[in-house]
């Protein structure tokens, strides 16, 4: 008896739990229904992201330019040019009847032009390009405060297009040298000058590529490229990091009409800063020799000659008794390798060289008919003749 009422009680209990249970799922479904998934944030990879601060750059850049802006100075040159006259007047029956200068003297006309500078030390020493001074009978120095000064040439570069100028005063606002061997592109630059003369100007850009050459400007290339805007006027002056810092000197544009087009050219600030210095110190700018001419690998050339691939650059002339002649360096020999350095291309190739001081040893490494040989020779001063050519 007692068994059946526990049963009883039992059976009753389920069907009341199914009956509310039953209930519960019209009422409030929402109890019945499965929580989801914690979420796992993963997170980003190492770079993949950059971060609020690579994100977002200053609002402005004034600190910067307060900081660069004084040290870059107005360059004014000025030259006499005689005016070529008929040769008409030179005939000697002319010169029978009127004398060895007839009819006067020829005329002479004085050029002017104008570009920029960039104070290089607090002693005076003011640096820029050559082809702003060159043959100038007078140069002219404007300063942001408002001074100026005569300027004389303590001695130029052609091949770098680079000059030094010196004015007889001190306690100059010197400019900050930055660092241009580990420019990136995209880094921010300004260029400061004075372009078309309308007084210091300020532009904005960024570095658009580095080591640029084969543009046929100068003999010895490693240019910074710029969509910052330069134009006529702008040339010798800096081209600043966002720190105020220079990094280069404003040189040559590319363009089809001599205004901007965003394709602008700075020397590198530690080609420069040499440059300068050889020239303080010695009055010219002193580089390595070894009497050869080279050019770049091709297939073709690689297939005419019967070699296999092979990274370098050609010997195409060897000048007698120079340090590759002793050496027994020939033409058609592939230089491979100079100190360890692999030779990708005949600029590369001359421009190390060129950096090289007289009496230093260097180890080459060269292909001859697919056999390797290695010598070592002493590098020479570049001659004279062959720096004015």
Do not use: C
Request: glycine share 10%.
């Amino acid at each position: 008896m007692k068994s059946r009422k526990l049963l009883f009680f039992v059976f009753q209990s389920i069907v009341v739990g199914l009956i509310v249970a039953v209930t519960l799922m019209f009422v409030r479904p929402d109890l019945f229904e499965q929580a989801p998934p914690a979420l796992v944030e993963t997170a980003p990879r190492p770079g993949a992201t950059p971060s609020r601060t690579e994100q977002t750059g200053p609002v402005s850049y004034s600190a910067a330019v307060d900081r660069a802006a004084p040290s870059v100075v107005n360059i004014y040159t000025a030259k006499v040019v005689k005016e070529k006259r008929d040769p008409f007047f030179d005939s000697p029956l002319l010169k029978r009847f009127f004398g060895k200068n007839p009819f006067g003297v020829p005329r002479q006309r004085l050029d002017t032009s104008l570009g920029s500078g960039v104070i290089a030390s607090a002693q005076g020493y003011i640096l820029t390009n050559n082809h702003v001074i060159a043959d100038a009978d007078e140069i002219k120095v404007a300063l942001r405060d408002g001074r100026s000064f005569q300027a004389t040439l303590v001695g130029s570069d052609p091949e770098t297009d680079l000059a030094v100028l010196h004015i007889d005063t001190d306690n100059l606002p010197g400019i900050t040298f930055g660092h241009s061997n580990n420019l990136r592109v995209g880094d921010v630059v300004l260029a400061i000058g004075n372009p078309f003369g309308v007084g210091q100007t300020v532009t904005l850009g960024i570095i658009s590529a580095t080591g640029r050459n084969k543009l046929g400007i100068n003999t010895y290339e490693n240019f910074i490229q710029t969509d910052a805007a330069i134009n006529p006027g702008n040339s010798g002056g800096a081209l600043i990091n966002a720190y105020g810092e220079m990094i280069g000197i404003n040189t040559a544009i590319f363009s089809k009409s001599g205004g901007s087009h965003g394709i602008g050219f700075a020397i590198p600030v530690n080609l420069a800063k040499t440059v300068m210095q050889h020239i303080i110190k010695h009055g010219r700018v002193i580089r390595g020799w070894l009497g050869i001419e080279a050019q770049d690998l091709t297939p073709k050339l690689l297939a005419q000659m019967g070699q296999k691939k092979i990274e370098g650059i050609l010997i195409t002339g060897v000048l007698r008794n120079g340090p590759a002649y002793k050496a027994g360096i020939q033409p058609g020999d592939i230089v491979t390798h100079i100190n360890g350095q692999t030779m990708t291309n005949a600029k590369q190739g001359m421009n190390m060289i060129a950096g090289v001081l007289p009496d230093t040893e260097l180890k080459i490494v060269l292909m001859r008919k697919n056999e390797k040989k290695e010598t070592t020779l002493k590098v020479m001063e570049r001659p004279q003749q062959i720096k004015n050519k």
